[in-house]
């Protein structure tokens, strides 16, 4: 996942809510401006902002390991 991803996620979560630009960035205290660079993936957000608006929007963080498609070959 990289920031467009995560741009993407926001703004698509935002409206699945009937939450505005406006809305969201009085309901977080994050600039509009802000969330609009975070929405088109040309911010880096700290993991403060993040969560925010994860807590806003009503969603959650988690971590898991990196699938890795990497076929092991033969044991020598």
């Known amino acids: ?5 995560i741009g993407t996620y ?6 699945v809510l009937g939450i505005t630009l406006k809305d969201l960035a009085e309901l977080s205290g ?3 401006n802000t969330l609009n660079k975070i929405e088109l993936g040309q911010a880096n957000p700290t993991f403060r902002i993040l969560m925010e608006l994860f807590d ?3 969603l959650e963080m988690s971590l898991s390991p990196k ?8 044991e020598s």
């Open 1 to 5: 996942m990289n920031l467009v991803d």
């Open 10 to 15: 926001i703004r698509e979560r935002r409206r």
């Open 30 to 32: 994050i600039g509009i």
């Open 56 to 58: 806003v929007l009503g």
């Open 67 to 74: 699938r890795t498609d990497v076929m092991k070959g033969p």
